[in-house]
């Protein structure tokens, strides 16, 4: 009788000790170190994703001004950003000083004026051949002719309606002719050169329509075009794009700043997809975990193409696999595991 009583009691025991290793979730019987998770399928997915490179804008239509004479500069009148119209002045080069070419130009003028002159009055009383008073007349009208020039050189004007752009020099410095002086670029058209990776630009086609977004006003977004796509790498290996639009914001595509150029892509065709926040960091490596045979594995993978919801799995993973993407914090590598939800992309 005792020995039936103990037996029943340690039955007992370990009855109700079996029971407490048990718990309930998702209303499914689980072991204490079974993790109920929810899978998806890896699986062969196109999406749209986006990606944004620095761009540098230009007008469409500028100009640079370069110095016709070799002087020193005395006044600049504009500085970068200024909005000028055509005729404005711009820069006024010395008149006055020792190394001036408009008071050497006038000097070398006043002395063949008088010995043109004076050439002249000995031709007309035949004191001379017509052969030495051509020589003098030619020289007067090449002087008269460098006078002019000079005059009109040390003025700048500008001969475009537009926005200075860049400044190249600073009252007091020395120029020589054919110096660069200013830049003007018309502010209605814009040209945005960026440089997207090697990856992304096998993406980019003639046409696209990009976003750009100001750096110096923000929330201002216009759309842009593609006209043209450089097919040879630079130094970085990097790939010119070049974009066109009408500029109806002045005020924020200002030529000569930076902005944003948002380009929209679509993953490629054979990838396989799987949910962006499945993929944790797993000793420097990208990985998921796959729910095989009861356990979650580690499996590490390559990624390329994300946008907030899917990313782009180039290796690693095969069609199908069952991919962990709710439990993960809970898991550990081969974890007993339940699933209680499976879905597909």
């Known amino acids: 009788m005792y020995r039936y009583l103990t037996t029943s009691l340690l039955f ?29 399928s890896a699986d062969t997915v196109t999406f749209f994703y986006k990606r944004s490179y620095t761009g540098k804008v230009s ?6 001004l370069l110095s016709k004479v070799n002087d020193l500069v005395d006044r600049v009148l504009v500085g970068v950003e200024d909005k000028v119209n055509k005729g404005d002045l ?43 008073f051509d020589i003098a007349r030619n020289d007067f009208l090449v002087s008269r002719a460098n006078y002019i020039e000079s005059a009109a050189a040390i003025s700048v004007f500008s001969p475009l309606e537009g926005v200075v752009t860049a400044i190249y020099i600073s009252e007091g410095q020395l120029l020589g002719v054919g110096d660069p002086l200013l830049l003007i670029s018309k502010s209605d058209s814009l040209e945005i050169l960026s440089y997207v990776n090697s990856r992304d630009v096998l993406g980019v086609k003639l046409g696209d329509t990009v976003q750009i977004q100001s750096d110096n006003v923000p929330n201002v977004r216009q ?7 450089f097919r040879s790498a630079d130094n970085a290996n990097t790939f010119q794009v070049k974009i066109h639009r009408s500029n109806t914001k002045p005020e924020a595509f200002l030529p000569n ?7 929209n892509f679509h993953s490629p065709p054979q990838a396989l997809a799987v949910p962006s926040h499945a993929i944790f960091e797993e000793q420097a490596y990208k990985a998921v975990y796959v729910a095989d045979g009861g356990r979650a594995k580690i499996v590490r993978v390559k990624t390329g193409a994300s946008n907030d919801s899917l990313t782009a799995v180039t290796q690693g993973l095969k ?12 898991l550990r590598a081969n974890s007993f595991v339940k699933i209680v939800n499976s879905d597909s992309l």
């Open 12 to 40: 007992l025991l370990v009855l109700f000790s079996c029971k407490k290793k048990e718990t309930k979730s998702y209303g499914i019987k689980l072991t204490a170190d079974t993790v109920p998770v929810s899978v998806v």
């Open 59 to 64: 007008g469409i239509h500028q100009l640079t």
């Open 90 to 132: 711009l820069v006024r080069m010395d008149e006055y000083g020792t190394s001036s070419s408009l008071r050497q130009s006038r000097a070398q003028f006043e002395l063949a004026e008088k010995n043109f002159e004076r050439m002249q009055e000995l031709y007309n009383d035949g004191a001379i051949s017509r052969q030495q």
């Open 223 to 229: 759309r842009g075009k593609v006209v043209e796509i």
């Open 257 to 263: 700043s930076f902005c944003k150029v948002i380009f």
């Open 319 to 330: 069609a199908g696999d069952r991919i962990v993407v709710k439990g993960i914090s809970s």
